[in-house]
């Protein structure tokens, strides 16, 4: 599966942004799917999750509470909608896909190229 994160961009403290992957291939709806994100200087970390069906999610300490993640399958899209933003949300933002809901880097077998997040203070 092919995967293609767009929606970053700038936005000021307390703002919201919503970002997608589009996937390509008709398998798309048996993949859990995530978005990661990596800042200046920093590893790669896990934001959120979603399995399959979109029944489970899973997500970071750090966003749990302000960002959300969705899929329509119909669409082969999966969404990350983050509120109340702040300064340290600041990185590109990765979309990947696994057989299965994971939380670790090396767990996903295909990615994004990823797109990027600037919050301002």
């Known amino acids: 599966v092919q995967l293609q994160a767009y929606g970053g961009g700038l936005v000021q403290a307390g703002g919201s942004l919503r970002l997608s992957c589009a996937a390509s291939g008709r398998t798309f709806s048996s993949y859990a799917m995530a978005w990661f994100r990596q800042a200046p200087g920093k590893e790669r970390e896990f934001v959120a999750a979603i399995t399959w069906s979109g029944g489970s999610s899973y997500y970071a300490d750090s966003v749990k509470g302000r960002f959300t993640i969705s899929r329509d399958n119909a669409k082969n899209t999966v969404y990350l909608q983050m509120n109340s933003l702040k300064p340290e949300d600041t990185a590109v933002y990765y979309c990947?896909?696994?057989?299965?809901?994971?939380?670790?880097?090396?767990?996903?077998?295909?990615w994004g190229q990823g797109t990027q997040v600037t919050v301002s203070s």
């Open positions: 990947a896909a696994s057989a299965r809901l994971r939380v670790g880097v090396n767990e996903y077998d295909y």
